[in-house]
């Protein structure tokens, strides 16, 4: 909050004193804990002045016309200027001077309506004045107002609070009143007495001091830019202060020894020289105590220490109690009022995730896209996931143990949403259960998916590829975009309560990661079908009506099955285009394949749009969509459809040009159809671009249009041929350029 407030004010004030005609050279603003400042250096000394002028009635208008015009403007009839209207007649304008006003007037009406219109995302009213809702809102009750214009105090009340040269310094190193002489020494003096005010400043502090700290106990600093600006929000004079705990609390996960200590108490953590994760901590204490900070130190270690005893204490009673064994608590969580309970959904995710490998999407092949290292080591679990065995090779027709596997991932993979330390640290979900699933014995490959399957959770995180959890992430994302899109809670406009933009975009992320090659129509219309039939014959629930029917439902449900595909198709359409324009794909690009239509093969489609981005940035790809523009153009105007491109036959004796873009075709036609049969796209582009000279001189050669009309048709039958050559490839009329 502090460093929009910082940004707030600074805008704010520009644009007020933008609009008050106020010259200024340039704004600084500050943010603490407890105070926000702006300073405004090379402040004009009035405003500028300004004439404005006005139009007014005509000059022969009724009386009543021009007494109204002249109250508006403050102006006597004298004072009026005519002007000829082109008509014959005149016209009576308005000339207002607008003198320049003094700075202090226009400063004290600037910072009265900045306070009264200060965007703070929570706010509060306080004392009397609150009876009323007209009262001021600030984030908290406003104490005091500095308001000087060089040295001169400029008067200002807000909320019964008057303007001054007064404030205070750090709560406990300067607690008394200070004065203010002007902006030069404003922030000067306030470092005189501990309080830093530019948050910047404090960052480099903390940033410094902690890193410092930690290579003097031969430690790393495990940087965090959140947690740094989080303690420069809560400090005026910062130090950074290094503690120990107990080395035993080592024996907990590291990511919940680095959770208890960022979240609970805003400590950074340190890495030993092997990597792992250090007993020390950097706290960041708001004070330059005598003793060095010692007793600051002593304190937090045992706050810590308090922490990680109840961190340690629901780790090892979690242990106690086997996964398998908590799922029949997740029937108690409640999903969606639409989709049943978590455990419905357990069991919708296995029984897809198994479907994805007897299908064969996802098989033990490992995806070339795959890397050998995945950050495994950063923890106890990933170091004893990468001593365990990998999954052993299958034969195509040997999918059991994977599926198996992927089957017993998914049905552990949410157990841990009850556990006492995903309910004390929810962040944790899933990567707590992939510890507790290593420690109970759990293959690797099914530990390794409970851990993982939540990702990609935001752009750039890591795509997880191996087998099984790609099996089950993949299912669970699948899963939730089918149920809501079935439920019809789609997101719409901004709001997305379901987080169904990241779920999909996951997903692709997933499949383009991983290289899975499947029809995305038919998986998802295998979802719909199985969504809510059970195996006795009926629906668990209707997700339109959250009420049990019968099976003859069904045949009502199927009917909207079709449109809710299409919906959810072009949700992922949407999703992708947005996920490669990010990529640096050109927008239009990507418009020209998907207008095509019929491509569910998300990867085949990708390498379709990067090598056509390749080709039309080449010469040959740009006068190649020149030429397709002219045809098309001219098939346009001609009204020409080209269903039958061979009229004319050989009934009279064609230009040397007109055979050569006949060549051409002939050549280059099947070339491309056969690679992009093999999905060999750059080959396509290349036989595309052999049309490139001979579109150019037939065009400069061949009048199309001919007043023959066999010949006129033939060779409008030649620019179709070009056409839709080019349009087994993408719709170049969606390219720019």
């Not at 001091?209 to 600093?221: I, P």
């Not at 940087?223 to 004079?237: K, R, S, V, Y």
């Not at 923890?379 to 034969?395: M, N, R, V």
């Not at 992430?473 to 699948?478: C, I, P, R, T, V």
């Amino acid at each position: 909050m502090q460093e929009k407030a910082r940004a707030d004010l600074a805008a704010l004030f520009e644009t007020r004193l933008q609009a008050l005609n106020l010259a200024y050279e340039a704004i600084e603003s500050y943010a603490t804990p407890r105070r926000l400042a702006l300073i405004v250096r090379g402040v004009a000394a009035t405003t500028t002045a300004m004439t404005e002028e006005r139009k007014g009635p005509r000059a022969d208008a009724p009386d009543a016309a021009l007494q109204g015009f002249l109250r508006s403007t403050g102006l006597t009839r004298d004072q009026l200027v005519a002007r000829d209207d082109g008509k014959g007649g005149q016209v009576l304008f308005a000339v207002i001077e607008r003198p320049g006003v003094v700075a202090g007037s226009v400063l004290a009406s600037a910072v009265t309506h900045v306070i009264h219109n200060f965007p703070w995302p929570k706010s509060m009213r306080w004392g009397a004045a609150s009876a009323s809702t007209e009262s001021l809102r600030w984030v908290r009750p406003l104490q005091g107002i500095i308001a000087l214009l060089g040295d001169k105090l400029v008067p200002i009340q807000v909320a019964g609070v008057e303007s001054g040269a007064q404030t205070v310094g750090h709560r406990f190193h300067h607690p008394g009143v200070i004065t203010i002489g002007s902006a030069a020494d404003y922030v000067e003096k306030l470092r005189a007495c501990h309080v830093i005010v530019d948050g910047a400043e404090r960052r480099a502090i903390i940033a410094l001091g902690a890193k410092m700290a930690a290579q003097k106990a031969g430690l790393t600093l495990v940087e965090d830019e959140g947690l740094l600006f989080e303690n420069a929000g809560l400090t005026e004079w910062p130090v950074p202060l290094l503690g120990r705990f107990d080395a035993d609390f080592l024996s907990v996960p590291p990511e919940v020894i680095q959770l208890t200590a960022r979240v609970n108490q805003k400590y950074f953590v340190c890495r030993d020289g092997a990597g792992k994760l250090a007993n020390a901590f950097v706290c960041v204490a708001n004070i330059d105590a005598v003793d060095g900070g010692e007793k600051i130190v002593e304190g937090n270690q045992k706050v810590l220490a308090a922490r990680l005893s109840d961190a340690r204490f629901f780790y090892d009673t979690d242990l106690k109690t086997r996964l398998e064994d908590l799922t029949p608590k997740l029937a108690k969580i409640v999903f969606h009022e639409k989709l049943g309970t978590v455990a419905d959904k357990v069991d919708r995710v296995a029984k897809l995730a198994r479907w994805l490998v007897d299908e064969g999407i996802v098989t033990s092949s490992p995806s070339p896209l795959r890397g050998e290292g995945r950050g495994e080591g950063d923890s106890p679990l990933g170091a004893s996931l990468a001593a365990q065995a990998p999954l052993p090779t299958l034969s195509p027709g040997g999918r059991g143990l994977l599926a198996d596997m992927a089957d017993r991932a998914a049905r552990l993979a949410k157990a841990d949403l009850v556990t006492g330390m995903v309910g004390e640290f929810p962040e944790l979900q899933g990567l707590i259960g992939g510890y507790y699933a290593a420690a109970q014995g759990e293959p690797r490959e099914v530990a390794e998916a409970i851990r993982d399957h939540y990702k990609p959770v935001g752009q750039g995180d890591e795509v997880p590829t191996a087998p099984v959890t790609v099996a089950v992430s993949l299912a669970d994302k699948l899963d939730t975009l089918v149920g809501f899109f079935l439920a019809d809670e789609r997101p719409t406009g901004s709001r997305d309560p379901f987080a169904l933009r990241r779920a999909a975009l996951g997903v692709l992320s997933q499949q383009l990661g991983a290289g899975l090659r499947y029809d995305l129509r038919a998986v998802i219309r295998w979802i719909y079908e199985n969504y809510v039939r059970t195996e006795s014959g009926q629906f668990a629930c209707d997700p339109l009506t959250a009420e049990g029917v019968r099976l003859e439902g069904w045949s009502t449900l199927q009917r909207n099955l079709s449109d809710r595909t299409a919906h959810l198709l072009d949700f992922f359409a949407d999703r992708l285009k947005v996920q490669q324009r990010e990529a640096g794909v050109r927008h239009d690009l990507i418009d020209a394949v998907f207008a095509l239509g019929g491509e569910d093969d998300l990867v085949r489609l990708l390498a379709r749009v990067h090598a056509l981005q390749a080709f039309v940035t080449t010469e040959d790809g740009k006068n190649l969509l020149a030429g397709y523009k002219r045809a098309a153009n001219i098939l346009k105007k001609e009204g020409f459809d080209g269903t039958d491109t061979d009229v004319g036959g050989n009934i009279y004796e064609a230009e040397p040009a007109e055979s050569a873009l006949k060549e051409a075709l002939d050549a280059a036609e099947p070339r491309a159809e056969a690679a992009i049969e093999r999905e060999d796209f750059e080959a396509a582009m290349a036989a595309l671009a052999t049309l490139r000279a001979p579109i150019d001189a037939f065009f400069d050669k061949v009048t199309v249009n001919d007043s023959d009309p066999d010949k006129r048709a033939n060779r409008l039958g030649l620019l179709a041929r070009m056409r839709d050559a080019v349009h087994k490839v993408a719709d170049f009329s969606k390219i720019e350029g």
